[in-house]
C-alpha cells in the first residue's frame, strides 16, 4: 500500500479498506466495499496503479479483478472464513488458581527446591 500511494493518494484511498479475495492463475481478485469505490477504482484506472504496485515491490505481474463487496463469492466459490485464533494467556490476565512456578515442578516433575535467594 505504501509503494501504491506514492503513485497516487486516490487510488490509495479506494484500495484503503480493500480486501484481498484470491490469486488464481496470475488474477489477483480484490474485494471493494462499495459501488461508490468500485466505480471510482475502475474508471479511474486505479486497478492498473495497484498492478504496477504489486509489480514494484513483489516483482509479480498479475492482473487485478475488482470485485464488489469484500465479502463473498469470488470466481464461483464461496472465499472461507479465515479462523479466529485462541487467546493466549497474558501477563496482564488475572491470576490463575493452577499450580505454578516451584511448586508446579516439585508437583509434575518431582523437583526439590534446595534454597531461596535473599534479595537485598
Given amino acids: 500500500m ?5 503513485y497516487s493518494r486516490v487510488a490509495w484511498m479506494g484500495f484503503t479498506e480493500s480486501t484481498p479475495l484470491s490469486f488464481d492463475n496470475g488474477v489477483l481478485a480484490v474485494g471493494v466495499k462499495d459501488s461508490g469505490h468500485y466505480n471510482n477504482v475502475k474508471s479511474g484506472g486505479h486497478d492498473e496503479r495497484l498492478r504496477q504496485a504489486i509489480l514494484d515491490v513483489l516483482k509479480i505481474d498479475t492482473e487485478i479483478d475488482i470485485v464488489l463487496g469484500a465479502k463473498g463469492i469470488v470466481g464461483g466459490a464461496i472465499v472461507p472464513p479465515v479462523p ?11 491470576a490463575s488458581s493452577e499450580v505454578t512456578g516451584a511448586d508446579l515442578i516439585a508437583k509434575e516433575l518431582g523437583g526439590v527446591s534446595i534454597g531461596e535467594i535473599e534479595n537485598g
Fill in 2 to 6: 505504501d509503494a501504491l500511494s506514492k
Fill in 84 to 94: 479466529e485464533e485462541e487467546d493466549a494467556p497474558s501477563m496482564d490476565d488475572s
